[in-house]
């Protein structure tokens, strides 16, 4: 009898994370380009984001009801497709449709939908194989997000220098070729469900439980601390140390992405060593500090370090929640999954906003927004003491 190659399975969903790491990074590096080739107001131009991420709750809510019902292969597969259409979309539909701008919006949010089916279908696919550590192997997994970040953001940015910023449609049909690529992987490789169809919990039977709710609480706290900072942390370079756009995206966003890979590789190769509730409360303390040196600190390098320091400290936060959540509601199923990766995402939304309405009220003073921002960290680190505390009651 063969075995199952649960090894292409793993492959599979860390080319899928990439992917998703593709589509979350790639668009913003030509807002500019966009302004200036399509003249599309600025204002405009932040409806992408916007776009990219409503689109990602509007399929958490959908994977939350009928992906059970449908299928994860199915779904994965299809994931990957929109992730292909829209990226390769792209270079072509601003050109071919009247009006720019709905061009480039049509794409991202054909990639957001098959991002976001990445995004709440790789990690219960991932659990659902026969792995020691669950807990390390899911860090891993989330790493290849942040690799993915990295890459995207030097890969494009060397591509540009060599070809220049009018060759970056060819870029985008490039970076097309991997969730294409990988239909073929999820199309073929083993894949196995947690629960039994129809034998995961539903979304009133989740929401009953306490336990969930801190989880809930703790994904919300953990996507805002993660995004607050990362989507200013390039704003924060230019402005305190007055580094160019390309340099401050270096130094900003890139190391952010660079330090939290590094701190899910770390658990990921050592986790059945450490404790995961302990490794997050740390974190938790170290994201506290980071905020304090970001909003704080009267010398600009070491504020620039505490954003870069703070991926490190987020790094654990989703995957080490999602983790627990699999442990403490074995049975909790897509849904689950979909309602985790949901409150992910909405904090994720508050998070960059609330900091960039503070420091537009604080006369662009991007330290007063950090400062607000410390809230999320403060509170991440009040669920994880809650969590610790109340763990009985995962199991009434």
């Excluded at 809230?375 to 680190?381: A, E, Q, R, T």
Aim: proline content about 4%.
């Amino acid at each position: 009898m063969i075995m199952p190659d649960y090894g292409k399975t793993k492959k599979a969903c860390y080319m899928g994370f990439i992917t998703q790491a593709i589509t979350a990074n790639f668009a913003p590096l030509l807002f500019l380009k966009f302004h200036n080739d399509y003249h599309i107001a600025l204002g405009n131009i932040a409806l992408i984001s916007t776009c990219f991420f409503f689109t990602q709750l509007l399929v958490d809510l959908f994977c939350a009801k009928f992906v059970d019902r449908i299928g994860y292969r199915v779904c994965i597969v299809a994931s990957e497709v929109c992730s292909a259409v829209g990226l390769a979309g792209l270079a072509f539909l601003p050109d071919i449709l009247p009006n720019p701008f709905m061009g480039i919006l049509s794409s991202v949010i054909i990639y957001a939908v098959g991002s976001g089916l990445i995004e709440v279908l790789g990690s219960p696919i991932m659990e659902a194989c026969p792995f020691e550590n669950k807990e390390a192997t899911m860090s891993l997994l989330h790493s290849f997000y942040c690799w993915g970040a990295v890459g995207t953001i030097l890969i494009s940015t060397l591509f540009f220098l060599l070809f220049g910023m009018d060759s970056w449609k060819w870029l985008a049909v490039l970076w097309a070729l991997i969730p294409a690529v990988n239909i073929y992987y999820f199309a073929t490789c083993p894949i196995k469900y947690l629960v039994e169809e129809g034998g995961g919990m539903g979304i009133r039977e989740l929401f009953r439980r306490p336990m969930f709710w801190l989880a809930v609480c703790l994904m919300v706290c953990s996507g805002a601390s993660e995004l607050a900072m990362a989507q200013w942390a390039s704003a924060y370079a230019e402005a305190a140390l007055g580094l160019s756009k390309t340099a401050g995206d270096l130094a900003g966003p890139c190391m952010f992405a660079v330090t939290m890979g590094i701190s899910r590789v770390i658990f990921g190769k050592y986790g059945d060593r450490m404790d995961l509730m302990k490794f997050m409360t740390g974190s938790g303390v170290l994201c506290v500090i980071c905020y304090l040196l970001a909003s704080l600190s009267a010398n600009p390098l070491a504020g620039l370090i505490g954003c870069i320091l703070c991926g490190f400290s987020v790094g654990i936060m989703w995957p080490g929640t999602i983790s627990i959540s699999s442990e403490k509601f074995p049975a909790g199923g897509t849904a689950m999954f979909a309602l985790l990766a949901m409150a992910g995402d909405l904090g994720g939304s508050i998070g960059p906003g609330i900091v960039g309405r503070i420091t537009q009220f604080a006369g662009d003073n991007i330290r007063a927004g950090m400062g607000v921002g410390l809230v999320f960290p403060v509170i991440l680190l009040v669920m994880l003491f809650i969590l610790g505390r109340e763990k009985i009651l995962c199991h009434r």
